[in-house]
């Protein structure tokens, strides 16, 4: 889709919701709300219910990555923005897929390096359905959960985003500087059509100094919120092809190169390797933090990971109490695909294997890849670096004012529980925002339990509305103290 275009398929999409004729399924947009059917007062209480119904609508478009097909969600989202008066434009990714961006002006000349960003994606990762309790795409609310594939990750940061932007504009907010709203797509998949190509094509259209993202959580235990975890870094993900050759042949005359053998080997050596700790500053601040919120044995082991003496087995505990932990603080490698099919009778000539390796920021694939061909040690067994990798990011800034203002509001609103810096183990879009000099921070804003967590890109994917509501109220405190100026 061309730039005209895009500007007829919004304003045509744009008139069709004015007139509220917008057809709903079968490739259908659902309907936004309309706002009179809610209150349309300006209270985050009851914008956080409308932005509950938009939750719903957006959760109902399927946009399941491959292949994404963000351009009827994109669409719902610049319908919404339209109809309050905010002019918001599509911009084309490729066939069939599209990313949102709308602004709300401080002044006549915009002042990027100012300017706050809130970015949340369109696309979500696919369901098995048959394992799902509910139809992920329903947005059915059961037992005060509602439920749905994108509940969590990332429709519910979106339609946040989206209330607190829709609030600022109702309530005629006075902004001390430009708050930009991006809806990108292809996030999960990180390909052509994500944010990487966004910045490549429009940057100029959401250029700023600083953002709000998801990555980070309010961590849930017993309860009560344990820690709110601000990310600021994010570890770098690379695919390495593990590939075995040997001859191929007559199954029922076994030979010892057989690939598969060789393979199988070479697995179980790398799925057992721990590679060495590593702690990034950000990482060290959080362990720091995190150790006396843990039960007394737990917090001594994370105190003692720094000790010359007992530190290696603190390290080993800490590990294996946690695989967050364990992946916070090293290099990982997780084997995720295996492929090797000719038929049952004959041994192939090659059997390859996919290694998810997520890199420390800083980590060199190299280095890494060094140690694993000592660990396998078979010439008939080889690494190779896969296309699109990741790039590691500079980590945002742990002194800048917006996170210390996210820190203090979400600390505040959260009981009091303490906001830790965090280095997510998990992609986001914020790698290429700091990439180009933005203080991106992840903070998804409702409070969730591990048991949500779970379920992020799992079966049954879920969130607790009063935990959405809550979440609505603290993200518009947190734009509210740092974009409105107040008199
Ligand atoms: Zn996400």
């Not at 049952?344 to 061909?373: C, F, H, K, M, W």
């Not at 080889?382 to 820190?407: F, H, K, T």
Request: net charge neutral.
């Amino acid at each position: 889709m061309n730039w005209n275009r895009a500007g007829q398929v919004i304003a045509g999409a744009a008139v069709l919701l004015m007139a509220g004729r917008l057809p709903a399924a079968p490739q259908g947009i659902p309907q936004p709300t309309p706002v009179n059917a809610v209150s349309a007062s300006p209270e985050p209480k009851s914008i956080a219910r409308e932005a509950s119904g938009w939750l719903v609508d957006l959760i109902k478009i399927n946009t399941s990555n491959p292949p994404g097909n963000e351009n009827l969600a994109a669409m719902y989202v610049s319908g919404l923005l339209q109809k309050e008066g905010i002019k918001a434009e599509l911009l084309d990714v490729g066939p069939g897929r599209s990313a949102v961006v709308a602004r709300l002006r401080s002044s006549v000349v915009p002042d990027p390096s100012k300017a706050l960003l809130l970015v949340a994606h369109l696309d979500v990762v696919p369901v098995e359905k048959a394992r799902w309790t509910v139809d992920p795409f329903s947005g059915v609310v059961r037992d005060g959960y509602m439920y749905g594939r994108g509940a969590i990750d990332d429709k519910g940061m979106l339609a946040a985003n989206l209330a607190v932007f829709i609030h600022l504009k109702r309530t005629n907010a006075h902004l001390n500087r430009d708050v930009i709203f991006l809806a990108t797509a292809d996030e999960e998949g990180s390909g052509d059509a994500s944010i990487r190509t966004l910045i490549a094509k429009y940057w100029d259209k959401f250029a700023a100094g600083f953002a709000i993202n998801e990555g980070g959580n309010v961590f849930m235990k017993n309860g009560k919120v344990q820690y709110i975890g601000v990310q600021a870094s994010e570890k770098v993900a690379v695919n390495v092809a593990l590939i075995a050759r040997g001859t191929s042949g007559h199954a029922s005359q076994p030979t010892k190169d057989n690939p598969i053998v060789h393979l199988a080997a070479a697995i179980a050596k790398i799925g057992t390797y721990s590679a060495p700790v590593h702690f990034t500053a950000i990482v060290r601040r959080y362990f720091e933090g995190i150790a006396p919120l843990e039960d007394d044995e737990i917090g001594k082991w994370i105190r003692s990971m720094d000790t010359p003496d007992r530190g290696e087995h603190a390290q080993r505990v800490v590990s294996d109490a946690s695989p967050l932990w364990n992946s916070m603080m090293r290099d990982t490698i997780a084997p995720t695909i295996l492929s090797a099919v000719v038929a049952n009778y004959v041994i192939p000539a090659e059997a390859r294997a996919n290694l998810n390796v997520r890199l420390l920021p800083g980590d060199s694939i190299n280095t890494l890849l060094n140690d694993l061909n000592k660990l396998v040690n078979d010439p008939a067994v080889r690494l190779e670096v896969q296309p699109n990798a990741g790039l590691a990011a500079p980590p945002s800034s742990l002194e800048s004012d917006l996170y210390n203002l996210i820190c203090r509001v979400a600390s505040r609103e959260f009981g009091g529980a303490p906001a830790l810096p965090f280095q997510s183990t998990w992609l986001t879009d914020s790698a290429q925002l700091r990439l180009h000099n933005v203080q991106a921070y992840g903070l998804v804003p409702f409070p969730l339990s591990q048991e949500d967590l779970r379920r992020m890109h799992g079966d049954d994917e879920r969130i607790p509305m009063a935990s959405f509501d809550k979440g609505v109220d603290v993200l518009t405190k947190i734009v509210t103290e740092f974009a409105v100026t107040r008199y």
